[in-house]
Nanobody, 124 residues
Framework: QVQLVESGGGSVQTGGSLRLSCAASGDTYSTNSMAWFRQAPGKEREGVANIVTRVGGTSYADSVKGRFTISQDNAKDTVYLQMNSLKPEDTAMYYC?????????????????WGQGTQVTVSS
């Protein structure tokens, strides 16, 4: 089993920045991909960014390309999401997820483990 704990959410104004962290524990050796998803009220959960942990390959949703950056610190079993130039439409609960497979994908169904989420609110 893998446990994921997100932190770093908060409230910012348009144009601001936040850095989310996702700390993994447990059987982390079994995880090969990690990702960030988000879900706004009344909307489906959507993929934001993904990283293949052993090779560093990444993918991003079109809506965040150029503004968000996913990175990792393997020594700390932690994945980060640096979010810059935030917009009100980025407001959502952000979730960290992990997969046993090495995937470049933002498909919700491909991830086995999920954190509890951290709220990001961007005001105009």
């Amino acid at each position: 089993q893998v446990q994921l704990v997100e932190s770093g959410g908060g409230s910012v104004q348009t144009g601001g920045s936040l850095r989310l962290s996702c700390a993994a524990s447990g059987d982390t050796y079994s995880t090969n991909s990690m990702a960030w998803f988000r879900q706004a009220p009344g909307k489906e959960r959507e993929g934001v960014a993904n990283i293949v942990t052993r090779v560093g390959g990444t993918s991003y949703a079109d809506s965040v390309k150029g503004r968000f950056t996913i990175s990792q610190d393997n020594a700390k079993d932690t994945v980060y999401l640096q979010m810059n130039s935030l917009k009100p439409e980025d407001t959502a609960m952000y979730y960290c997820a992990a997969s046993a497979r090495a995937l470049i994908t933002l498909g919700v169904g491909r991830y086995n483990y999920w954190g509890q989420g951290t709220q990001v609110t961007v005001s105009s």
